[in-house]
Each structure stands twice: as structure tokens, then as C-alpha cells.
């Protein structure tokens, strides 16, 4: 194998720099051709890239967001785009790919594999760590950071002035980042999409529990059954009377920032793992972390399959934060 491309795709994370950084750099050390393809699967069907030299990588790790940029396809999902793009790594000599991205990326990249009959690897670049076959997702553990840093803040506001704060973070199929971020921020409550949420018994909870706290914070995944931060908030209203309620949506935020150390070691780790596996000729594979050791799963089952929350997590956010009935006792 002469020549390796690497590309980003879909949104972007924290570390995914780091990663394109291992990529070349560990490509320069085989004696291999690395070479960068712009905008994702839009850069490859529009023909845009270019061969990366030590120094287009040398300063990057530090970085969030992508330098090759980012960008979801439609016209990828069609064969004709798909040919375009073939075309352009037939023309430039590329003899193996490496894919950062989450679950959409690695199903353009399957497909391309099966009609290039091109070897692929897949790092999983997502802030949302759904992808099934590793511990953490490249981004995951800057986005937590980043939400509890804003959480904190707000509950200074909420324990001030005694209010409950519905706070939206990320997660759209998702609850990884709520349920992780209320435990590490010492959130009462996680909403999340995997766990059906009862409003009614929410409400009589935070009334329950009011007594004993200055402030309640309740992180909500974007993609809850419920609703958003928002709608959430005005259902309960009617329930919690003479409760000042209030609602703050991180948004885009959770995306940028600095990687952390956790996910610039992750990155670099798979991006080398990646052209390592290239030249001993794998394709098709899903890398990640299990513990300290790196992982590879087909990229078929990474797609077919979905990373869960662990439930227990949701039983332990519970137990903190629900007084219990001896503190009762004392009270009466």
C-alpha cells in the first residue's frame, strides 16, 4: 500500500485532529503516502484534497473541530454520487482509507468499500459515544467537560435563587452525555431517550425533595420522549406552583473547545492503530477501546448494532439524590 486517505465526517468533535495528526505522521513513518480529502464524502464526490505533508499536521493535536473539514452528503447515498467519488480516489491512487466519524460515516464507508473494493478503517469521531464497540467515542469525554463547566455555573443561579433549571445537552438517539454529565455535575435528574420519562412523577418528586435543596438541576438529552429542555418545563409547570423554573440549552458549545487530554490520547492511539491495521491488510473494521486495549469490530456491526447507557448509572443518580427516609425521621 502506497497511498493512505483519511478523512472527517458528519459533526464534528474534539480529538478528531489528533487523530488525522496520527494518521499522517504514523503514514510518513511507514514510507506511505498520506493524503487528506476536504469536506468529507462532498469533498471526495467534488474532487477536493490534497497529499499531507509532516508539517500540514505538526500543530493540530491541540485543536478542535476538523481541518479537513466536515460535511453531511446526500448526493453520497446515491450510486451516481458514490461513482464520482471512486473516480477521484482512482485518480489520485488511494489504496486504503481511514474514515473519523460516527455511525452515517461508517455506512458511506461500508458502501464504498463493497463497490471500490477499497480497504477501510473506521475511528469513531462523535461526541454523543453511541457508536457500538468501544468504551468512549473521539470527542466524548471535551464535550462532558464542556457541559459540566456550564452546568456548574448555572447552579450557582439555581442554589441563589432556588430554582429548578431544565438544562438541554446533546443527544438526540442518545442519552451518553445527560446521564454521564448530571452524575459528574451533581445533577438531580437525567432525562434521557432510552429511559421513559414520567413527568407526573418528576414533578411530585421535586416537590418531595424540595425541602432539602436550594437549587435542582435536571439535564435533559434533546432527544427525550418528553420533549426538549423547553417543552419540558412548560408540562411540569401547571404541577410544581410557587416554583421559579427555568430552562438553558447548551447547544453547539458541546461540540468545540480544546480536546482533553482522554481524547487526544484516544485519537492518537486509533489514528496510528489505523494505518497499522491498512498495511496488515484488514478492511472493514471499527476501532475503539475496551479498558486500555485497543479493539476492532466489523464495521457492519457498528452500524448495526447501538451503544446503551448503562442503566445502573441512572439507579445511582437516584440514590444520591433522593432524601431518604431516615433524614425524614429526623426532620419530624
Request: with cysteine; hydrophobic share 40%; glycine share 12%.
Amino acid at each position: 500500500m502506497k497511498k493512505i486517505a483519511v478523512l472527517t465526517s458528519g459533526g464534528d468533535s474534539p480529538g478528531m485532529n489528533a487523530a488525522i495528526r496520527a494518521v499522517v505522521k504514523t503514514a510518513l513513518y511507514k514510507g506511505v503516502v498520506p493524503f487528506g480529502i476536504y469536506d468529507g464524502f462532498m469533498g471526495m464526490i467534488e474532487g477536493r484534497g490534497k497529499v499531507l505533508t509532516y508539517n500540514d499536521v505538526d500543530n493540530i493535536i491541540q485543536y478542535g473541530g476538523t481541518v479537513l473539514g466536515s460535511a453531511r452528503c446526500e448526493e453520497f447515498r446515491t450510486l451516481e454520487g458514490r461513482k464520482k467519488a471512486i473516480a477521484f480516489l482512482e485518480k489520485e491512487g488511494v489504496e486504503g482509507l481511514v474514515v473519523i466519524g460516527g455511525d452515517g460515516s461508517y455506512t458511506g464507508a461500508s458502501l464504498l468499500s463493497k463497490e471500490m473494493n477499497i480497504p477501510i478503517i473506521g475511528l469513531p469521531g462523535t461526541i454523543d459515544n453511541d457508536i457500538f464497540g468501544t468504551d468512549h467515542t473521539i470527542g466524548f469525554d471535551t464535550a462532558l467537560n464542556t457541559v459540566i463547566d456550564a452546568v456548574d455555573k448555572i447552579r450557582d443561579t439555581a442554589s441563589s435563587h432556588h430554582r429548578v433549571f431544565f438544562v438541554e445537552v446533546m443527544g438526540r438517539d442518545a442519552g451518553f452525555i445527560a446521564l454521564h454529565s448530571a452524575i459528574a455535575s451533581g445533577a438531580e435528574y437525567a432525562l434521557i431517550p432510552e429511559e421513559k420519562t414520567d413527568l407526573v412523577k418528576l414533578s411530585a418528586d421535586i416537590r418531595e425533595n424540595s425541602g432539602a435543596r436550594r437549587g435542582t438541576i435536571i439535564i435533559v438529552a434533546e432527544g427525550d420522549d418528553a420533549g426538549n429542555a423547553m417543552e419540558i418545563m412548560n408540562k411540569v409547570k401547571p404541577m410544581l406552583p410557587g416554583f421559579d423554573l427555568r430552562h438553558s440549552v447548551l447547544g453547539h458549545i458541546q461540540r468545540g473547545g480544546n480536546p482533553s487530554v482522554k481524547d487526544r490520547i484516544l485519537a492518537t492511539r486509533l489514528g496510528n492503530e489505523a494505518v497499522h491495521r491498512l498495511l496488515a491488510g484488514e478492511t472493514n473494521m471499527a476501532l475503539g477501546m475496551k479498558g486500555d486495549e485497543i479493539v476492532a469490530c466489523p464495521i457492519s456491526r457498528a452500524i448495526k448494532e447501538h451503544a446503551m447507557p448503562d442503566a445502573r448509572l441512572l439507579t445511582l443518580l437516584k440514590e444520591l439524590h433522593t432524601i431518604g427516609g431516615s433524614e425524614r425521621a429526623l426532620k419530624n
